[in-house]
């Protein structure tokens, strides 16, 4: 899992190519076509390679990307998540963002903890 602003296609790649699965937000202003809709909301698309990848050989990977909406102090703030699980029946679109958020609150709850530390020392 990764948070926003630290995806690319090297980070899909790698992950892929690592055999590991990966759920990633991506900043507000990337958008992704829409290839296939799936029924739980979420839908099938691409992540191009950057150009010195493409130069390389590479193209592009399918991913599975899931929008939602998220009410924090009175305004919608919309997320987006791209993962490689593509399996809507084991991996709902609803059960990963959960998931995702719940990373970020633990996140969260250990920086808190590792700033007292460091203001106790």
């Not at 900043?27 to 909301?41: L, Q, S, T």
């Not at 990307?65 to 084991?90: H, P, S």
Request: some cysteine; charged content about 25%.
């Amino acid at each position: 899992m990764w948070d926003r602003g630290l995806h690319s296609f090297l980070m899909v790649y790698a992950a892929i190519n690592q055999k590991c699965h990966f759920l990633g937000r991506v900043p507000a202003h990337v958008k992704f076509e829409v290839v296939k809709a799936f029924d739980d909301g979420s839908y099938l698309s691409w992540i191009a390679p950057d150009g010195k990848s493409k130069k390389k050989g590479a193209t592009r990977i399918p991913i599975r990307v899931i929008e939602y909406i998220i009410e924090e102090n009175g305004t919608e703030k919309v997320y987006r998540l791209i993962t490689d699980l593509m399996d809507i029946a084991t991996f709902p679109a609803l059960l990963l963002a959960q998931e995702y958020h719940q990373r970020w609150e633990a996140e969260n709850i250990l920086e808190s903890i590792a700033n007292q530390w460091k203001q106790q020392r």
